[in-house]
T-cell receptor, first 112, second 113 residues
Framework: NAGVTQTPKFQVLKTGQSMTLQCAQDMNHEYMSWYRQDPGMGLRLIHYSVGAGITDQGEVPNGYNVSRSTTEDFPLRLLSAAPSQTSVYFC???????????FGSGTRLTVV | AQSVTQLGSHVSVSEGALVLLRCNYSSSVPPYLFWYVQYPNQGLQLLLKYTSAATLVKGINGFEAEFKKSETSFHLTKPSAHMSDAAEYFC???????????FGQGTELSVKP
């Protein structure tokens, strides 16, 4: 049982480049979310999904896109990377609001 | 809308002392509340959760938390700190059928020998 798998673990981008952070879960969870973690700011919600075909914005959605074509996958796209997007990104999934989320191990992204 | 405030970005205790990490929440509907722990360079692990059953919730590693509606609080405690408890702790809130989990800013716990 792999849980929540994020790839890549590390990435360096140049300003203006685009990329996709991958997230996959094998627990048949309906709920999936993306967070960014910055020192002193906790985890901030970027986008979330309550099921395939349904996504919504979180607290800090600007500069990011998501889609949810299957229950298992929830990729996060950076359209044009900026230094302000340097952060650690976590994907998480849950079967319900009361269930608590299972987190991936994170992607450390640096934009230069 | 939901929000969480964690009082104290850094707490330091001696080994064997009481651990108290404070969390206050705001929610327009009865909330679900969670505590997570993050060890250095790792993801987050669920410590415990409150989902409207017993107000005193016991979690892993000897931690517990009490939901107090009148105080809108969900403070995390452990009677006796261990060196291995040193980590960052996050309080989080969600609402039924809301689909999103909102975190506080985190509290870093240091344990002195």
């Amino acid at each position: 049982n792999a849980g929540v798998t994020q790839t890549p673990k590390f990435q360096v981008l140049k300003t203006g480049q685009s990329m996709t952070l991958q997230c996959a879960q094998d627990m048949n969870h309906e709920y999936m979310s993306w967070y960014r973690q910055d020192p002193g700011m906790g985890l901030r919600l970027i986008h979330y999904s309550v099921g395939a075909g349904i996504t919504d914005q979180g607290e800090v959605p600007n500069g990011y896109n998501v889609s949810r074509s299957t229950t298992e996958d929830f990729p996060l796209r950076l359209l044009s990377a900026a230094p302000s997007q340097t952060s650690v990104y976590f994907c998480a999934s849950s079967y319900a609001d009361r269930g608590g989320y299972t987190f991936g191990s994170g992607t450390r992204l640096t934009v230069v | 809308a939901q929000s969480v405030t964690q009082l104290g970005s850094h707490v330091s205790v001696s080994e064997g002392a009481l651990v108290l990490l404070r969390c206050n929440y705001s929610s327009s509907v009865p909330p679900y509340l969670f505590w997570y722990v993050q060890y250095p360079n790792q993801g987050l692990q669920l410590l415990l959760k409150y989902t409207s059953a017993a107000t005193l919730v016991k979690g892993i590693n000897g931690f517990e938390a009490e939901f107090k509606k009148s105080e809108t609080s969900f403070h995390l405690t452990k009677p006796s700190a261990h060196m291995s408890d040193a980590a960052e702790y996050f309080c989080a809130v969600s609402a039924p059928q809301g689909g999103k989990l909102i975190f506080g800013q985190g509290t870093e716990l240091s344990v002195k020998p």
